[in-house]
């Protein structure tokens, strides 16, 4: 062989050798998941268990603080979720979230280490929202995360900013280009696992509610309208959620019928639910921080940072392997609401209950506003209440209806614990839920109830 020959094949090898190495090195390990001879099995790779393990280690929890004592209402200034717990729970719960998302940088992260009550830090605003998004998760997406729940730590793994993140990206590139309009395709990104699929699956299905289901169920041309270009959008975002749980399709799908939900797992049904968290949690708890992150946190059309699949999950079919760190932090369980009477808020009023600036918590005279219509409902049992919530002018008006229509949950809540059958309470949005005309006024936060 000449050595010209002898070293096309020596380059050929190498060539070979630097391909394969993109690739998982066998022998893999494969674990029967659905009915046999569907295919429906799992590919593990026995060498990364043991390093995505490690990623998966739990922090031990702090020992649990006594729930005696005064309350961290009664002791802080500027409390506004986590006032009812006691001050050695409050400190412990600080510990914690210090050590989830920033070990490094200490208390001052989100303090002025002045003045502890001071909100003047963009951190600590954000740090407030996302305990109302952890409690969130866990009591209202229980169809998604049931018992086993989040914490901090399950996003942000001991960075302020978590390692998955995704931000908006211009539309459609520009056709005038040397590569022409690609229609978002073929740049390489882990975003699909490196497919030549669209880059952006995120901005359409996990922050807008574009549907993600395109095959037709009945014979073309009238039952689908979808095209081969929405299809490949939708393999985006399965590469996605397939490359963020560690798993494969068949996880989910009977590659028999993608479509058929029959033929699908159950995994399936909890990743549907998933999606439609993903969507709530970028638009109504990262969306509304808008208007607090300072630039540089932006992305490049200006939005705040949004999850997806990989910020809980990276890489696990449960985050964590389904260890529960929530079941140390009762207190990110639900919303474990302030029952003090905060400055500045009015005096419960028959009929009426005030709230606090950006708090949805039920004040502790609150037995001053509903005790009369208790009773009426209860003379009466064909009466129904009706509540109707209103907030002030300042700030976003989209976040404040949510807020109002969270204080008049908290009120019905209210009546049930009174013995009132919620069916018997009408929620009654009114045509205008905006109580004065600008700025903050304690009198515009409230919730009317009425007796009808
Ligand atoms: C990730 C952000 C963050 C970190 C880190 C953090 N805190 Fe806080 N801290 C908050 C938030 C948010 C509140 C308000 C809680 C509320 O409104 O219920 C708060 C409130 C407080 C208060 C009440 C102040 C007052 O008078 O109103 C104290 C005291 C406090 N933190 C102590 C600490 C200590 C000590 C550390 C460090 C061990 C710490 N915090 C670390 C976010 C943080
Ligand atoms: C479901 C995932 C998730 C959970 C749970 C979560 N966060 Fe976040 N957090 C995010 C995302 C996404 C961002 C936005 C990243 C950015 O641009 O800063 C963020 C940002 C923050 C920031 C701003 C950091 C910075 O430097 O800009 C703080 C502080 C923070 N989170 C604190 C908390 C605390 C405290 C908790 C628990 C009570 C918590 N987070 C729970 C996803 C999460
Ligand atoms: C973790 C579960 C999960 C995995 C893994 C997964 N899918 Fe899906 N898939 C879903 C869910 C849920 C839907 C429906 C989404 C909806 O309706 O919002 C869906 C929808 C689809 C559809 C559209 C079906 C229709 O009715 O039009 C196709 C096609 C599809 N998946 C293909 C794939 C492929 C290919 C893979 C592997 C690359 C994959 N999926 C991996 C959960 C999964
Ligand atoms: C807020 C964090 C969070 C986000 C975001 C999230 N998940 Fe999950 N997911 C969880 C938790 C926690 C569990 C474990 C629940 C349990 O123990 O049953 C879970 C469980 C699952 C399971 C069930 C796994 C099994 O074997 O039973 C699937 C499938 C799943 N997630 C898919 C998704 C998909 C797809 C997305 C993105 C659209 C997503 N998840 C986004 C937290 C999250």
């Not at 696992?193 to 009945?218: C, E, H, K, M, Y």
């Not at 494969?248 to 993608?258: K, V």
């Not at 009426?376 to 002030?392: F, I």
């Amino acid at each position: 062989m000449s050595l010209a020959i002898r070293s096309a094949f020596a380059w050929l090898a190498v060539g070979a050798a630097a391909l394969l190495a993109g690739c998982e090195r066998p022998p893999v390990n494969t674990v029967q998941h659905g009915y046999r001879g569907t295919g429906m099995e799992q590919i593990y790779n026995p060498r990364q268990l043991d390093t995505q393990a490690e990623l998966n280690k739990v922090p031990d929890a702090i020992a649990p603080a006594s729930a005696d004592g005064p309350k961290a209402s009664a002791v802080f200034k500027n409390v506004k979720l986590l006032g009812d717990l006691s001050v050695g729970e409050f400190s412990r719960h600080m510990v914690s979230i210090t050590s989830w998302v920033a070990p490094k940088e200490g208390c001052v992260y989100c303090h002025n280490g002045a003045d502890f009550a001071d909100d003047s830090k963009y951190t600590k605003v954000v740090a407030r929202r996302m305990i109302q998004m952890t409690q969130h998760i866990n009591s209202d997406w229980k169809t998604h995360v049931a018992e086993t729940g989040v914490t901090c730590y399950t996003c942000h793994r001991g960075n302020g900013v978590p390692k998955n993140i995704w931000f908006n990206t211009a539309g459609a590139d520009n056709a005038t280009k040397l590569m022409g309009y690609k229609a978002g395709q073929n740049e390489a990104t882990m975003k699909v696992a490196l497919a030549a699929l669209p880059n952006d699956p995120f901005t359409p299905f996990l922050g807008d509610t574009t549907a993600i289901r395109v095959i037709g169920t009945s014979a073309l041309p009238e039952g689908n309208r979808q095209s081969t270009k929405q299809a490949e959008w939708t393999y985006g975002l399965m590469m996605h959620m397939s490359q963020s749980l560690g798993v494969n399709c068949t996880y989910c799908h009977n590659t028999r019928s993608f479509a058929s939900w029959d033929a699908s797992t159950p995994q399936r049904g909890t990743a549907w639910y998933g999606i439609r968290m993903a969507r709530d949690l970028n638009k109504d708890y990262l969306g509304s921080l808008a208007g607090v992150f300072p630039p540089e946190r932006l992305g490049p059309l200006g939005d705040v940072a949004k999850l997806n699949c990989a910020t809980c999950h990276q890489g696990a079919f449960k985050p964590l392997y389904g260890q529960s760190m929530l079941k140390d932090h009762p207190e990110l369980a639900s919303g474990v609401k302030v029952a003090v009477a905060a400055p500045g808020v009015p005096a419960s009023e028959d009929g009426i209950v005030y709230f606090a600036v950006g708090s949805a918590a039920l004040p502790a005279d609150m037995d001053k506003a509903i005790g009369s219509m208790v009773a009426a409902l209860k003379a009466n049992p064909a009466a129904k209440a009706t509540l109707s919530g209103y907030h002030s002018a300042a700030g976003d008006l989209a976040s404040n209806q949510e807020l109002a229509k969270q204080r008049a949950f908290a009120v019905r809540d209210a009546l049930k614990a009174a013995g009132i059958d919620p069916e018997r309470v009408v929620l009654e949005k009114p045509i205008q839920t905006e109580a004065n005309a600008s700025g903050e006024d304690p009198k515009a936060r409230r919730v009317e109830i009425a007796v009808k």
